[in-house]
T-cell receptor, first 112, second 116 residues
Framework: GQQLNQSPQSMFIQEGEDVSMNCTSS?????WLWYKQDPGEGPVLLIA?????ELTSNGRLTAQFGITRKDSFLNISASIPSDVGIYFC????????????FGTGTQLKVEL | GAVVSQHPSRVICKSGTSVKIECRSL??????MFWYRQFPKQSLMLMAT?????????EQGVEKDKFLINHASLTLSTLTVTSAHPEDSSFYIC????????????FGPGTRLLVL
């Protein structure tokens, strides 16, 4: 099945640094969602974006819905050790149904 | 947010046996649920859409006779892996859309299946 391209694939950063990751698609999506997955657990919703150009924050997390509706980015400010995990973007098309297409994932590792 | 549970969380079975995984929406009703499979270090791949009161819709390449889905009620969907083989070993995750004008999806904690 189709997957969204997510970059970078992995990141190894220092605690306190800001993090940025993005997700791109060749087709348009009406909704962009960002999830975090810890090992052995299901994804947890971080931020949902519903309109092109929308910029939404959730604590230290900020995400934007690209103007073209083909991309989205997620920023994490002042990273802390518990930010470690895999971050997935997911897009939902319009036209009925609620199926999500997931990105390839960005693994974040935080060095103390 | 809405809570989705899965049972069991881990299961080990012998090759050739069948395994049933349950997905429940705990505090809301879900006419639709989704089943995903995730192999190690990979993303989630949608397997099928479970529809309450009607047949499930399977994604291309997913064998409907091998992965039986039953949406028995508005809060329960089950996935049965029939005649499991080692290559079916994976992390199976379900999700359900939350209620409201702007729907999002909430995921269960996943079920780790190991087929020996």
């Amino acid at each position: 099945g189709q997957q969204l391209n997510q970059s970078p694939q992995s990141m190894f950063i220092q605690e306190g640094e800001d993090v940025s990751m993005n997700c791109t698609s060749s087709s348009i999506f009406n909704t962009w969602l960002w999830y975090k997955q810890d090992p052995g657990e299901g994804p947890v919703l971080l931020i949902a974006l519903y309109k092109a150009g929308e910029l939404t924050s959730n604590g230290r997390l900020t995400a934007q819905f690209g103007i073209t509706r083909k991309d989205s980015f997620l920023n994490i400010s002042a990273s802390i050790p518990s930010d470690v995990g895999i971050y997935f973007c997911a897009g939902r098309r319009g036209g009925g149904g609620n199926k999500l297409t997931f990105g390839t994932g960005t693994q974040l590792k935080v060095e103390l | 947010g809405a809570v989705v549970s899965q049972h069991p969380s881990r299961v080990i079975c012998k090759s050739g046996t069948s395994v049933k995984i349950e997905c429940r929406s705990l505090d809301f009703q879900a006419t639709t649920m989704f089943w995903y499979r995730q192999f190690p270090k990979q993303s989630l791949m949608l397997m099928a859409t479970s529809n309450e009161g009607s047949k499930a819709t399977y994604e291309q390449g997913v064998e409907k006779d091998k992965f039986l889905i039953n949406h028995a009620s508005l809060t329960l969907s089950t996935l049965t892996v029939t005649s499991a083989h080692p290559e079916d070993s994976s992390f199976y995750i379900c999700s359900a859309p939350g209620l409201g004008v702007q729907e999002t999806q909430y995921f269960g904690p996943g079920t780790r299946l190991l087929v020996l």
